[in-house]
């Protein structure tokens, strides 16, 4: 009886993809092309994740071998963040289609798992955390809910280390300066973290100084190493 009844459903309001409404089949919520994300180059900057034209010494970029200029250790990242992902990554963020959250975390996961990621050698996985108020309007904090689904996959102690101090609007009309002088101190860290090696979630990285930042905090604390777990980072337009 459902399943006649879902059938006549599927004939009256065929599924559509959630990004771009083309039809799908009933199992999937999103079409094949908006599935398909551009993976990061084989060859990245170990510490940035920024593609590296050849390998060079200890595989880091010019930037990352001439200055000291992130907190974090290193960034990983499956996916370049464009279109499709970027406007999967909105819908994920903004408009409460909170269970993409198991669909990117699945991707994330695999990406680890393939990579050989020593993830085990970690004492906790965190998250970027939201200033309470932004908190409040969003409902849901989209670092988090990846951060607790991965710890869950890979046995990784979650932990709340970190808070917000400021409520910063919209970061997207401003420029990378602009952008880095007001995070800059933006994060404290909630203990003693002596010794620890951390796991830092964000969805997305773009100039790194969000999580340089967060790093920052995580390491004034004591922790020893902070890796930064991301599904999409973004490409300068000259790589190194
Ligand atoms: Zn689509
Ligand atoms: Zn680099």
């Known amino acids: 009886m459902l ?3 879902e059938a006549a459903l599927d004939i009256f309001f065929p599924p559509t993809c959630l990004n771009c409404g083309k039809k799908i089949s009933p199992s999937e919520f999103l079409c094949p092309a908006c599935q398909d994300f551009e993976r990061m180059p084989a060859l990245v900057c170990q510490k940035c994740a920024q593609p590296l034209k ?3 010494g200890a595989n880091l970029c010019s930037l990352c071998r001439r200055k000291n200029i992130y907190f974090f250790d ?3 990242a499956p996916f370049v963040y464009k279109n499709p992902l970027s406007q999967i990554l909105k819908l994920f963020k903004y408009y409460h289609y909170a269970y993409l959250g198991d669909f990117l975390k699945d991707k994330l996961a ?3 798992l393939q990579a050989g990621f020593n993830y085990k050698e970690y004492d906790f996985i965190t998250y970027v955390p939201m200033h309470k108020t932004k908190l409040r309007e969003r409902e849901y904090n989209q ?3 990846l951060a607790s689904k991965l710890s869950k996959d890979l046995k990784i102690e979650l932990k709340e280390l970190l808070k917000a101090k400021a409520y910063l609007k919209s970061q997207v009309t401003k420029n990378k300066r602009q952008r880095k002088e007001e995070i800059k101190d933006n994060f404290s860290a909630l203990e003693n973290l002596k010794d620890t090696r951390i796991i830092l979630v964000d969805d997305v ?3 790194g100084s969000t999580v340089s930042e967060c790093a920052r905090a995580l390491k004034e604390k004591g922790a020893k190493e902070v ?7 973004n490409i300068n337009e000259n790589p190194a």
């Open 143 to 145: 670092s988090k809910i």
């Open 3 to 5: 399943k006649t009844l």
């Open 205 to 207: 990285v773009t100039t």
């Open 74 to 76: 290193r960034i990983i």
């Open 110 to 112: 695999d990406f680890i």
């Open 227 to 233: 890796a930064v777990w991301a599904i999409a980072r």
């Open 54 to 56: 050849t390998v060079q």
